[in-house]
Every structure is written in C-alpha cells, then in structure tokens.
C-alpha cells in the first residue's frame, strides 16, 4: 500500500500539482490506508490527530485524560481551577494509568475591571439561590483570589508533561519557558491575527477555535462591549493554515465524527480538537444531569453568553441565562461573575440541575452518541475518518 501511495504522489508531482496539493493528498491517503496519521501525529509522538479539549471544572478527569491517550489520542488535562497540589495529584493519577503523552491547559485571561453593580448582581443570584435552597449571599465585596499560575507550571514542568495547552490569552510569554523545560506548547486562536502573533512567538501548533465551539471563546482581547469575532471553523481554520507558515494547525469547534475530521484535514489541518463529544463519555466529568440535556439539545439551543463567567461562552440555554438575561442586569467582569455566582455553580452539580450551571457545548450535538467509553469514542472517530476519506479520494479519481 505505501508503493501504491508513492506512486500516485509521485504522478501528481509530474503532472504539475502545486506542493501543497500534493502534501494534502499524501494527508488524506495515510487517513485512508494507513491508519488515520498526519506529521502532528509524529511531533506529539501519539497514533491519531486526535486531541482531548481541557475542559476545566472537574469535567476532564484524570481517567478520561488517560483513556484518551491509550486510545491513541493526546488527553488534555483542564487544569485552570485546581491547586497547585491538585494539579500535581491529578498528573500523577494521569500517568499512574498511561505511559502515553497528555498535555495540561491552563487559561491565561487576566482579570478585566469591573463597573457592574454587584449588588445588584447578587439580588438577581438570590432568586437562583432561593430555587436552589441555599441562603442569599451578602457579599458585595468580591476579590480575585492570587493566580497559582506560576506555581502550577512549575509542577507540570517537573512532572516532565510534554504538552502546555493555553488557551483565552496570549501565551507568547510562556512559550521560552515551556521550551527550556522540554514542553511543547500549544495556543488557541480565534482569528488570523491572533495565529500571527503566537506563530512568531515560537508555539509549536496553534488550534483554531471556529465559533461553533462550546465553551469560553478564546478570543485574546475581549471589547468593553463584550462582542468577539465568531468566525466559523470551515472559514478559519484553511486560514489560519496559510498564515501559519509552518506552524501545525488543529482544528476546534462543532467537530463530532468522522467526516467532520475529514473535512478539517481537506481543509490543510493536521489534527481536531474535540470537547463537546468527549463531555458524554462514561469518563468524563459531568453530571448526569449536564449529559442528559446534552443528549437531548439541537445545533440552535446554545447561545453565546457572558452571564456565567463575565467572558463569553458557548453554552446550552438553561434557566440560568434565561433569568439572568430577563432581569436587565449587566453580569461583572471577568472572573468576578464566575466567582459570584460559584456557590450555585456548586450546588446545582451536586443537585443534579442542569437548569443553574454553565452547560458548556458546541454547536454538533444531534451527534453526540450516549453510553460510549472514551476509547470507544476514540474508534468510531478513526473508523468514520477512514471512510469518510476513502470517500473524498473516490470523488478525486486519484
């Protein structure tokens, strides 16, 4: 089969096709016939293009990062709010079930000042608390606790992780840092400018972020307006690729099979960037209540909200943005909503309701399968890849 491959690359070449056309078919016949594997594959030292988004909160385990990984992929641990010792616990718990690669994300935004009432903010929380059967809150005075930043990535350093994911900032000023201690780094973009800026502070492979993703936009600089660019993942990422140079792009957002990695491989992506697929796994992190609406939602059910956070996200519409939005109040700065409002956050995962939590999720979920093992998540990716590239190869008559 690779003299088969050889061969037609090497025709390709002779008739005069761009390089870049040849390289893209030499892409999407290893997907085809040889098992799903791009040059990411060889820089991550991992069997599949194949990246676990690091989802913080709790939802990335240590057993979900870990099952990814062993299934050839590269699990990403959602550090962002642990501890340090936390952080150091659940690496550890990480490589205790793998001798794969994982990675670690961290969120790098500083905190934005705030003119909102939190007065006000809190009296439109109380009527959540009171749903929720837990007391109003009289704090209005809330402080950003210290950034355990440095520390942790001290940790992961010593550890020896060789992948530091970022994500929601610029992480130019890491990147020497990561480098000296043997991590590569990973960046996440939402625009061409942003890809400009950390390609030339030396990242190792940026992911672009399409507008269908789930979760925070990691836009760099966010408006006192609150507005960020949403540019849609087949629009971005082809360029993104061509403003890259030589930097490996992964593709993120409303990625949920097979033929949606396809597509992003077709569109010069060296690998995909999945969250949404993964947060149904029997390993992940979210409550049943989180999956269960998951389960049942549609591509239009999820808006772009900053009443969770302060920081626009993608998230399913429940009671909590529904509310939040009827009483006219503006939510605070970044991260002071989200600090806020924790004590709901809390209980309603411990409640089981999904009605006053961030249901965090892209835009693909009439995909989302239940029921499914992360590595069996992991298989059916590689299985559609494969089929769905023998496909587009067929339609090329190559």
Request: hydrophobic letters at 45%.
């Amino acid at each position: 089969m690779q003299i088969f491959i050889t061969i037609h690359l090497y025709v390709m070449a002779r008739q005069g096709f761009p390089n870049q056309y040849v390289e893209l078919a030499a892409i999407l016949f290893m997907a085809a016939f040889n098992g799903f594997h791009t040059p990411l594959c060889d820089l991550f030292g991992i069997r599949y293009p194949v990246v676990l988004a690091g989802m913080a909160g709790g939802l990335t385990t240590p057993l979900l990062v870990a099952e990814v990984s062993n299934a050839g992929g590269l699990g990403i641990l959602g550090a962002a709010r642990l501890s340090p010792e936390q952080t150091r616990e659940q690496i550890q718990a990480i490589k205790s079930m793998t001798d794969k690669p994982f990675g670690v994300n961290f969120l790098v935004a500083p905190p934005q000042p705030n003119d909102q009432d939190i007065r006000a903010v809190q009296k439109t929380l109380d009527a959540f608390r009171q749903d929720l059967g837990i007391n109003p809150s009289g704090q209005d005075n809330i402080t950003v606790p210290p950034s355990h930043l440095s520390e942790q990535l001290e940790i992961v350093f010593e550890e020896k992780v060789p992948i530091l994911s970022f994500a929601l900032g610029d992480p130019s000023r890491f990147v020497k840092q990561a480098h000296v201690a043997g991590s590569k780094v990973m960046a996440m973009v939402t625009t061409v400018e942003e890809a400009k800026k950390v390609a030339d502070a030396g990242c190792d492979v940026i992911v672009a972020q399409g507008s269908e993703a789930g979760g925070h936009r990691s836009t760099f600089e966010i408006p006192k307006d609150g507005s960020v660019p949403l540019v849609g993942t087949m629009a971005l990422v082809p360029q993104v690729v061509d403003a890259a140079k030589n930097v490996p792009v992964v593709a993120a957002g409303g990625i949920m099979d097979g033929r949606g990695i396809a597509a992003c491989l077709a569109l010069g992506a060296q690998g995909v960037q999945l969250g949404t697929r993964f947060l149904a796994a029997n390993e992940s992190g979210a409550f049943l209540a989180y999956k269960l609406r998951m389960l049942g939602a549609a591509e239009t059910d999820t808006v772009i909200t900053s009443a969770f956070t302060g920081r626009p996200a993608r998230s399913i519409r429940n009671r909590f943005i529904t509310e939040f939005e009827k009483s006219g109040v503006s939510p605070l700065s970044w991260p002071l909503q989200g600090l806020a409002a924790d004590d709901i956050y809390r209980t309603a995962w411990a409640k089981n309701n999904a009605n006053y939590f961030p249901i965090l999720a892209g835009q693909g979920l009439r995909l989302l399968k239940s029921g499914q093992g992360a590595a069996e998540i992991m298989e059916d990716l590689v299985k559609e890849t494969r089929e769905s590239v023998v496909k587009l190869t067929k339609l090329t008559n190559l």
